[in-house]
């Protein structure tokens, strides 16, 4: 392979890891606070990606309006999700709020293709970002310098909340003990909300950029990303913010460089995401970054 | 009369009255209602695998589809002639050991089950060490992988194409029987000392490990008869639809299952049993929402993929409102009848 297309390569790779990373934010955060699983999280990112869709469309907004619209919309529903489904089962053993979890997952995407049916939909994309420009002998999309650069914004402006106001620290404290932060007269449940709000709208910002890059969207497109931002997550170790972008960042290189090595392994693309996770379970369940816990009796 | 005997007569009796039942349907229903009940068989033998993995021996597996895609797949390939390989498989050829293998039914079923329940021991090795949530996500990976291997391995399992015209061999009596043997094995098996370690690993992993208990064997013991079930439910489920591709086996077929068992109440046959014939016959009634049809005299038009609508609300509501499922940890069993035939007399 020759230098340039190892750097475009490359390239793609942050593209699609930063991708990752904010989507795993969504899952480690909820993770972090909850140890829920939350299966909707891949879901809420089709339905930004839809949300956009229809509002370029339908209501004719402009594309940027649009886009805020579908982020506040699509923050909306994952606070309604975890008020519906997640909320009553918060004293129930964990594997029932997961399995709610899956239940309402499949709730949006069945639901989306009776709305939207299941037949895929080209995606407007503004020209002034996909007109390719060239740097020497590599040709590059503004798209994929501004994924990258829009994630690492995000990525900031959330660690800043977390570690820096009220807000941040209730949620910390939520994580670590969620019965005495309640009774030190933290509202719980409204950050939890808050949590909820928050990675929903990462997820569906994710979701518009993914649409921006691979352009059709369906209702099953959430499911894939969903899984491998996961896996991200854990591979960052779950509960950590960096850890998660890490995580995304590693599990994007690692698809894009082993198809671009080898291409022969391209029909296993979708297993290596898997393999890494067991491969983490394995060798370091908790992950880069995460904290060890002691089961206690 | 002894209770004991009581019983066993009455189950007797009962596998009787089934039998002539199957008989008579087999000779005077319609080929749906006879599709129908075929599956409620075939979901039982599923549901009854996972409810012994997770109801029974507490460990959340999501790899169902996984062990299913394995038992439908080796039962196919050794169901079929050597010709009817040669003659499918169009994008590359046949591999030796499975262009010649041409065995009879049965034993095809039980290949794919020892196969699928092969693949559990590999998988249970390294995942089984994790709890709760990990090790469903871990189950559902490996779930993926094997679809992924069976996509690609084109030479044994003609890939994207999938299988088509698997001859069909379970009939009624087939399907009962298998699931007779497998309520047999499970229900031996969970009255025995074994299934009483499985429940004490469920109800506190810990404790069970304090009191000298090899939780780690004992869960890759329950988790591989699982799967060997869920192997002998793909063979049939594959045998019964005649044509299997991998697409087939995907996340929702494990979440059918799930439903099944949340539905029926973790931990209890009979609940896995009812749900499974409720469960079956409502997912077949709802096709007709999906259908035009008319309501008051207002046309209303087919809904296509409704049905997953309404099935996914249903397994939130019982999650939310009756976690239990329909019968908890309960059996139905002859004394509980008997008891409550006796009070209904004294009262």
Redesign the interface.
């Known amino acids: 392979m020759s230098l340039d297309m190892f750097i475009q390569q490359f390239f793609n790779a942050i593209t699609l890891g930063s991708l990752y990373g904010l989507i795993a934010i969504g899952y480690t955060m909820v993770y972090g606070i909850l140890r829920l699983i939350n299966f909707a999280h891949g879901d809420i990112l089709m339905l930004g990606a839809y949300f956009v869709f229809f509002g370029t469309t339908t209501f004719c907004l402009p594309w940027g309006l649009a886009v805020v619209v579908a982020i506040l919309a699509a923050s909306a529903t994952g606070i309604l999700i975890d008020r519906i489904a997640y909320r009553p089962l918060r004293e129930a053993p964990r594997i029932s709020a997961l399995i709610s979890a899956i239940a309402v997952s499949f709730f949006i995407e069945s639901l989306s293709v009776v709305l939207f049916t299941g037949l895929p939909r080209p995606v407007y994309q503004p020209e002034w970002l996909t007109t390719a420009f060239q740097i020497g002998s590599i040709r590059l999309l503004p798209l994929t310098l501004l994924v990258p650069a829009i994630s690492f914004v995000l990525v900031m402006l959330l660690l800043w909340m977390v570690y820096h106001t009220k807000p941040g620290l209730a949620m910390r404290a939520i994580s670590k003990d969620i019965e005495t932060t309640r009774l030190l007269g933290v509202r719980v449940d409204r950050i939890i909300a808050l949590t909820f709000g928050i990675g929903s709208a990462l997820a569906a910002a994710s979701g518009i950029m993914w649409a921006l890059r691979y352009p059709q969207i369906n209702p099953y497109m959430g499911i894939f990303p969903g899984f491998k931002a996961f896996i991200a997550a854990v591979l960052g170790g779950i509960g950590s913010i960096q850890g998660a972008m890490l995580g995304g960042l590693i599990l994007g290189m690692l698809e894009i460089m082993a198809v671009a090595f080898l291409p022969s392994l391209s029909g296993f693309r979708d297993a290596f995401a898997f393999i890494v996770l067991l491969l983490v379970l394995f060798y370091k369940p908790t992950g880069i970054f995460g904290e060890h816990t002691e089961e206690k009796i | 009369m002894n209770s004991v005997i009581r019983n066993r007569l009455l189950n007797v009796l009962l596998i009787a009255v089934l039998g002539l039942f199957l008989y008579w349907a087999e000779h005077n229903l319609d080929g749906y209602k006879i599709q129908i009940l075929n599956l409620i068989a075939v979901n039982a033998i599923l549901a009854l695998s996972l409810n012994l993995i997770y109801g029974f021996t507490g460990m ?1 597996s999501l790899g169902h589809a996984g062990f299913m895609a394995i038992g439908a797949y080796v039962s196919a390939l050794c169901v079929l002639s050597p010709d009817q390989k040669e003659m499918m498989w169009i994008l590359e050829e046949v591999v030796w050991p499975v262009s010649v293998i041409h065995t009879p039914f049965w034993f095809s079923v039980l290949a794919g089950g020892i196969l699928a329940a092969l693949f559990g021991l590999i998988i249970a090795l ?2 089984l ?2 709890g ?3 090790l ?3 189950t ?3 779930a ?2 094997i679809r ?2 069976i ?2 391995a084109t030479p044994i399992t003609n890939g994207s194409l999938g299988i088509k015209g698997i001859p069909m061999h379970s009939t009624l009596l087939v399907n009962y029987a298998w699931l007779l043997v497998t309520l047999y094995c499970l229900i031996r098996l969970l009255n025995s000392n074994v299934g009483n370690v499985f429940k004490a690993i469920r109800d506190d992993e ?1 404790a069970a490990r304090v009191m000298g208990v090899n939780v780690f064997g004992y869960k890759v013991l329950s988790f591989c008869i699982g799967a060997f079930f869920a192997g002998i439910g793909g063979a049939l489920m594959g045998n019964l639809l005649t044509t299997i591709d991998p697409k087939m086996f995907t ?2 077929l494990t ?1 059918n299952v ?1 439903m099944i068992v ?1 539905a029926g109440g973790l931990g209890s046959i009979t609940g896995s049993l009812l749900s499974s014939a409720i469960i079956t016959v409502l997912l077949e009634s709802l096709r007709a929402v999906e259908d035009p049809f008319s309501l008051a005299g207002f046309d209303v038009p087919g ?4 049905r ?2 309404v ?3 249903v ?2 509501c019982i ?2 409102y009756r ?1 239990e499922g329909l019968m908890g940890m309960r059996e139905i069993t002859w004394n509980a009848l008997f008891r409550f035939i006796d009070r209904r007399k004294h009262a």
Request: cysteine-free.
């Open positions: 959340f390294p995942v060490r994790l709760g949530d990990y469903g996500i871990a559902l990976g490996f993926e992988i992924v291997l996509v690609n810990i996340f929702l979440f799930l949340v809904i296509p993929g409704m997953m609508v099935f996914s609300l397994l939130l999650i939310l976690r």
